[in-house]
């Protein structure tokens, strides 16, 4: 089968963080999402079912302190896609892996594991990380040019998966007779997504990703990234697509979505969660531009800084729309229960999508 990825879909949409507590959000609100096992194969199926192309989950290994923890409690993403692939037809798996946290040669067998096991649905979302709290974690030092290393590490995985046996030796990896069989269904690999926003992680996506996964401001702003992008890849010669990220209150007016909004990103916020992941990231990575932190705390509490999509399912369908015309290949799509707020989002927003011609 193809890799939905791969599928005729102008603007394709993915579900992001349903593998872990709170979803993107840091809000006390008590419908938030509890991440629960058996809810989250209800949500995987009803995105499956409604052509959703990906679902996509976060990797986290501790959560956000406060009252509510956020992210704490999350699911690992290797076992997450093949554990979905059994109770799942058509959507794209991904597994969200940090690079210093997981080797190489064990990711190159688990993705194709999943790979096997879902009949080509598999994808790799590349991530550098950022969290020193969760590199002290796994007992290592957050590193200055975490690039470097993801090069490597992506070479030895696409390499492993053309099912060649090779010696390798670079600065971070000492290999003997490498090799990992079965290989993928997918050829040559499964589909790769790079998480990031600096110039590094964009040289990084552009050489050796098919996607790059990074937020935006403004809509505006996001076409410059897809400019720049593009101008990166060409001068390797490769074709390198944009996917953002998003998350939605979607209400049959406009004052309902705006005051559930309020409600939970204001009004019932995680103050204490939000002050530590805002410092927290303020401090170690550059994943946002300073506009963003400065002028969208309340962006951090809806969804982790992602874009938000507050409104009628008209005014969500036309800010996709926008995207699209931006030039993204799509966005992700996250809600404060995701088992509670899809129907409405599925069953009244992808039919203007299909109006539109962005989707069939
Ligand atoms: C859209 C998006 C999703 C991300 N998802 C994760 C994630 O799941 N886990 C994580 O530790 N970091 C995540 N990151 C952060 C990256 O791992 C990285 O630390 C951050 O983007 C800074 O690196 P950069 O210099 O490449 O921008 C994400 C970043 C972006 C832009």
């Known amino acids: 089968m193809t890799n939905p990825m791969h599928g005729p879909n102008r603007f394709k949409l993915g579900i992001f963080s349903a593998n872990a507590d709170g979803g993107l959000t840091l809000t006390k609100v008590p419908e938030r999402w509890p991440a629960k096992w058996g809810e989250i194969v209800e949500v ?7 052509g959703i192309e990906f679902f996509l989950p976060i990797a986290r290994w501790k959560g956000y302190r406060g009252e509510t923890n956020s992210r704490q409690h999350s699911y690992e993403t290797f076992t997450f896609a093949a554990a ?4 799942t037809k058509n959507i794209a798996l991904f597994s969200t892996v940090h690079v210093p946290m997981v080797h190489p040669v064990f990711a190159a067998k688990a993705l194709a594991t999943v790979d096997q096991a879902s009949n080509g649905r598999a994808g790799l979302n590349v991530v550098a990380g950022w969290n020193p709290e969760e590199f002290a974690l796994f007992g290592l030092d957050k590193v200055d040019s975490p690039y470097d290393q993801a090069a490597e590490w992506i070479d030895i995985i696409t390499r492993l998966h053309t099912g060649e046996s090779f010696d390798f030796k670079g600065k971070y990896y000492d290999l003997k ?7 993928p269904v997918q050829d040559p ?3 790769v997504l790079n998480a990031a926003f600096s110039p590094p992680g964009r040289n990084f996506a552009a050489n050796h990703a098919d996607f790059l996964f990074t937020t935006f401001s403004s809509i505006e702003a996001g076409a410059d990234t897809i400019t720049d992008i593009r101008a990166r890849a060409a001068t390797t010669g490769r074709d390198v697509g944009v996917y953002t990220t998003t998350h939605v209150v979607c209400r049959p007016t406009r004052a309902e979505a705006e005051a559930y909004y309020e409600r939970y990103t204001v009004t019932e916020v995680d103050a204490e969660a939000l002050d530590h992941l805002a410092t927290a990231r303020e401090k170690h990575t550059q994943s946002h531009d300073e506009a963003t932190y400065r002028l969208y705390r309340q962006r951090f509490a809806g969804g982790a800084g992602t874009y938000p999509l507050v409104g009628t399912p008209n005014e969500i369908a036309d800010q996709m729309i926008r995207m699209a015309e931006a030039g993204f290949a799509g ?7 995701f088992k509670d707020d899809m129907p409405f989002f599925l069953g009244k ?12």
């Open 177 to 183: 007779g490498a090799v990992s069989q079965p290989g």
């Open 84 to 87: 979905l692939a059994g109770v």
């Open 189 to 191: 690999r499964p589909v």
């Open 349 to 360: 927003v992808l039919p203007l999508l299909k109006e539109a011609g962005l989707r069939e």
């Open 331 to 337: 966005t992700t799509v996250s809600f404060v229960n």
């Open 44 to 50: 995987a199926q009803m995105a499956d079912r409604a």
